[in-house]
């Protein structure tokens, strides 16, 4: 019980803000309840009650917190949530609006601390973390904001003579209590973090966010600053790893958005199907490049080493998984790469500060087993320096490595870059086909006809010509995978609509009765009705007097 | 009953999915003139086979011929031709907008088929229920696999016997077959999977579904309530218990996932209510309750079993104020009232899916919020009022799949309308161009040119393209000339 006084203690004295903003938020009768664990010496909190002191103690000692939350604590995290959801708190406009204010203020009082996280977990240079994670996010939010009236307006809809006279229209409503699964490879904001809760905030619903407990720093400070910035009553951060997400899996959500792998893809689907939950898998893939030889060399290369190497070291989704080139072509485009990524992390890659590193041990390992294969270990072109204290692997790029290697097969999520040789580049479709769908296609080319055929016959989940990831920051797109790489979309306006359920309103009048739907059946009642489905006005007044125009 | 792939002599299933994708890989699915092709062909395999159509309606459901072609022949007769109306337009990339700091570029949204797709149907509208979705499907440009349910054996078989006729068999094909078949189907995998049915088949369709990550539509039922308030004028009343009656014994007598399943009416207007609900009734299906007309029956022994038990219980029984006649022979259930059974009973916690209309009264009509939200939520929901705040209220605090103001089941017909439910009642939705989108993917596609390079995207970092990216994030252009001018408005 020590522990738990000196923690709380520890937190409200570390962070002024927090007293502070709790009394904004809930007068006087939250202050009350604060002390209550502590007084009453209970042995185990009680989330339902005391959430405030239970993720406050989180962020400082999450190890002993962690094995209190159990299935029994998410059940009763689950009750309060929907408690606050059914009270219909969460689908006013304007308490959407204070949550969306409130991550754009967490975002502009905490940047610094973000960055810092960030550091911590992945070594991510600021400008690359600023780019990827609290600019993105910032954005989301401000439009969020700017549209979400609109968003929110019912959408009118034609009606037909069959249901005349009568008027029709489609209603966003919330979904109800949310879980959003976040990976550690861009924890904090941007898309992979608060960016779904924003959308899943602005469409009205009650929100627990789970963070990657890989990307720990990050994970922390999210639950801090969600507790400081939002209303706790509804949303809500759990830190932890897979215990605390099983628990909060065997829950009943009204949807769970979830990105990472497709390997734990199909167990949260798995999970959701006991309850009917509908989800979203935000999932990866191998992204294919395929580089023409028509192109600006020097302006592609950047591009795809800004979204190779320069956007989280190769640890994103989206990020370039393997180049297709002809055969001639190859060793133009090695020697322009290697010479624009000295110029951008200099002659030793390994000392560079502009480059995020690999996040954990066993993503490390991960990586220079691939490296390692037979195979593939000799078909480096350059790079393959590695460093296992620092978690750092150079740049590596690799030349027609055999399609049945592991890294030909598996999603790399690393520096490491095999380019393919083709001998004429449409071959490259049957390779891509060959593979499942990745949530990104890249294609470098001048050729129209080959932007039209590579458009027409690559299913991905999203394309992008004659540049890479950027597509991801257009909030007028979709962001999304198909087949192995996910289902449902986000971002935008689309983050919204996945966090809604479009309810189809058709309200009629008491005019305008067709006897012709009900029995007694008769043969001019068939005829009527085929008449009315129809459409055909003159035939219907035909058939309504009883004449036929056949 | 047997079990086989249509089209295919001799061939497993293998060989045929095998077909179907090799199909699909050929691209020729994807072209706007298969598609048009086979959706006219679709038509016309209505057209010319309406009778046996008719035939077997009567013999799996003993569906009248007017209510098989409202329910049925109509429904796909409309969606076919709104589909090919509209088909170019929807096939239609859309652009969207990009900020002005991507320049030169283009952006987007292509619609794309997902690849073959799986369509498990029920067997309560057996043509409308299995052809709707195929058409979704077809317009989207996939190839298909049916199953229609085995429990309408008659139109299982009349569709796995015309379809290869009439459709591209290389790549649309019809799989009979019970639960085993389903079991096979569902081990493979599909880009999609559309389920109509029961909520309990749906967990197990959906779990499947999780080991190929294939996404799933999921058209479930549920206990869809009206709500009965009270109209002044006696010719609204009469509309509205018409509309009633049409709604719950007119659709295959009940057995619709949007079927009414249950009444709420205010105490004092209750005994008016019922005795106008029995005056329709007799209207409608005649007199001698044992020689009904227009009405369809039970569609087997398994099913009538189960709505017997749900009047068996004596307090049930005791509730009962109009019908309750059973014949056991002809799988026929009279349109029966119940007002007030208990609310524990099973008739009212599962889904009916029969002639039985329970009644419940409340004091207070507006209590129908609390007592719907007490409960799963329901596919449609339909309320008879003209209180302009009591409607906005329902909207805005009940959910459901659908609501509909005084009317039952209309909504069904409105293409412009998503069908689909939500909680309980499912996921996913179709008709018009959501049956469209819903077998398609929306594929981003952005274009950027090669000229027009930012530098500050690239490393190494410094604080000039920190600062610029803060600029360009907030669109703030002035900002950025400033910057690239060397100036700083602080």
Known sequence: MGTLSVNLLHFCSVDGGYTRSLRNQFPKKRNLLLPIPVLNKQKRLQFAH????????????????????DIESAASLMKELRGSFNSGKTKSYEWRITQLKGIE???????????????????????EAFMSEISMTKGACKSALKELSHWMKPKKAKTSITTYP???????????????????????????????????????????????????????????????????????????????TTALLEQKWDKIFYTGSSRVGRIIMAAAAKHLTPITLELGGKCPVVVDSNVNLQVAVRRIIAGKWACNDGQACVAPDYIITTKDFAPKLIDVMRHELEEFFG???????????????????????????????????????????????????????PEDTEIMREEIFGPLLPILTVEKLEESFNVINSKPKPLAAYLFSENKQLHKDFVNNISAGGMLINDTILHLTVSSLPFGGVG??????????????????????????????????????????????????????????????????? | MGSGVNGMEGGGLDESLAELRQTFRSGKTRTASWRKSQLKALLRLIHENEDKIFEALKHDLGKHAVEAYRDELGVVEKSAN????????????????????????????????????????????????????????????????????????????????????????????????????????????????????????????????????????????????????????????????????????GPCNGQACIGVDYVLVEEKYASQAIEMLKKTIK?????????????????????????????????????????????????FIEPTILLDPPLDADIMTEEIFGPLLPIITLKNIEESIEFINSRPKPLALYAFTKNEAFKRRILSETSSGSVTFNDIMVQFLCDTLPFGGVGESGFGSYHGKYSFDNFSHGKAVLQRYFFLELEPRFPPWNDFKMNFIRLAYKFDYLGLILLLLGLSRD
């Open chain 1, 50 to 69: 005391s959430s405030f002191i239970c993720s406050a103690a989180l962020a400082v000692m999450p190890d002993e917190i962690k094995k209190v939350f």
């Open chain 1, 105 to 127: 203020k967490m975002i502009d009082e905490r940047e610094k601390e973000i960055l810092e996280a960030l550091r911590k977990d992945l070594s991510k240079p600021e400008a």
């Open chain 1, 166 to 244: 009568s008027s029709a229209e489609i209603m966003s409503e919330p979904l109800g209590v949310v879980l959003i699964i976040s990976p550690w490879n861009f924890p904090f904001c941007q898309l992979l973090s608060v960016d779904p809760v924003i959308g899943a905030i602005a469409a009205g619903n009650a929100v627990v966010l789970k963070p990657s407990e890989i990307a720990p720093a990050a994970s922390n400070l999210l639950s801090k600053l969600f507790e400081e910035y939002l209303d706790n009553s509804s949303i809500r951060v759990v830190e932890g790893a897979v215990p605390e």
């Open chain 1, 347 to 401: 002659k030793n890659p390994m000392e560079s500060e502009d480059m995020s590193r690999i996040v954990s041990v066993q993503h490390f390992k991960r990586l220079t087993n691939l490296l390692d294969e037979d195979n593939v270990s000799d078909k480096i072109i350059f790079g393959g320096q590695r460093d296992e204290n620092r978690l750092k692997i150079a740049p590596t790029v690799l030349l027609d490595v």
């Open chain 1, 484 to 550: 192995e790489s996910g289902m449902g979309s986000y971002h935008g306006k689309f983050s919204f609509d996945t966090f809604s359920h479009k309810k189809a309103v058709l309200c009629r009048g008491f005019g305008g009765e067709s006897s012709a739907r009900y029995p007694p059946y008769t043969p001019r009642k068939l005829k009527l009705l085929k008449t009315l489905n129809s459409g055909n006005i003159l035939s219907i007044l035909l058939a309504l007097l009883g004449f036929s125009k056949d």
């Open chain 2, 82 to 249: 709104n589909s090919l109306s509209c088909l170019d337009e929807w096939m239609a990339p859309k652009k969207s907008k990009l900020p002005l700091l991507f320049f030169p570029a283009s952006a987007q949204v292509l619609p794309e088929p997902l690849g073959l797709v799986l369509i498990l149907t029920s067997w309560n509208f057996p043509i409308s229920m299995a052809l709707d979705p195929v058409i979704g499907a077809i317009s989207a440009g996939n190839s298909v696999v049916l199953k229609p349910s085995e429990q309408a054996p008659a139109c299982s078989s009349l569709l796995a016997h015309t379809i290869p006729l009439y459709l591209d068999s290389k790549a649309i094909k019809v799989i009979e077959g019970g639960k085993e078949i389903s079991q096979q189907l569902l081990e493979q995998k599909w880009d999609k999977i559309f389920f109509t049915g029961s909520s309990s088949v749906a967990r197990i369709v959906m779990s499947a579904a999780a080991k190929h990550l294939t996404p799933v539509t999921l058209e479930l039922g549920g206990k869809c309530p009206v709500i009965y308030d009270h109209l002044s004028s006696p010719s609204d009343t009469e509309v509205a218990v018409k509309r009633i009656v049409g709604g719950k014994w």
């Open chain 2, 283 to 331: 209207k409608f299906y005649g007199e001698n309750p044992e020689q009904l007309q227009n009405i369809s029956r039970i569609v087997n022994e398994h099913h009538f079993q189960r709505l017997r038990n749900l009047i068996k219980d004596p307090l049930v029984a005791d509730s009962i104020v109009h019908g309750g006649l059973i014949d056991e022979e002809k799988l």
